[in-house]
């Protein structure tokens, strides 16, 4: 079992950065591929970016890719996500995402969560 938890979401004007934050607990953090994925009301959750176990590999969305950078510190079982130049339809719910994988656009092929931080980007 691995054990996410978000932090850092809250509420930002369009054009401004935040940086979430994601610790791990449970089995071996740098075994598992780690993501970001992002849910706004009443839409799919969607691939926001990913990092190979490693971190030698970082993959985005078309839609951030330029504006977000994905990082992680294997000793300190943490992933980063800093997000600059947010927009209004950045706006979202922000979930890490494990998975025993090298590297993934898709939410199925991960299997550990954390509950989610929700990121508001005002115009």
């Known amino acids: 079992q691995v054990q996410l938890e978000e932090s850092g979401g809250g509420l930002v004007q369009t054009g401004g950065s935040l940086r979430l934050s994601c610790a791990a607990s449970?089995?071996?953090?740098?075994?598992?591929?780690m993501a970001w994925f992002r849910q706004a009301p009443g839409k799919e959750r969607e691939f926001v970016g990913g990092?190979?176990?490693?971190?030698?590999?970082?993959y985005y969305a078309s839609s951030v890719k330029g504006r977000f950078t994905i990082s992680r510190d294997n000793a300190k079982n943490t992933v980063y996500l800093q997000m600059n130049s947010l927009k209004p339809e950045d706006t979202a719910v922000y979930y890490c995402?494990?998975?025993?994988?090298?590297?993934?656009?898709?939410?199925?092929?991960?299997?550990?969560w954390g509950q989610g931080t929700q990121v508001t980007v005002s115009s």
């Open positions: 995402a494990a998975g025993r994988i090298f590297s993934s656009y898709y939410k199925d092929d991960y299997n550990y």
């Open positions: 449970g089995r071996t953090f740098s075994n598992y591929g």
């Open positions: 990092i190979t176990w490693g971190g030698g590999s970082t």
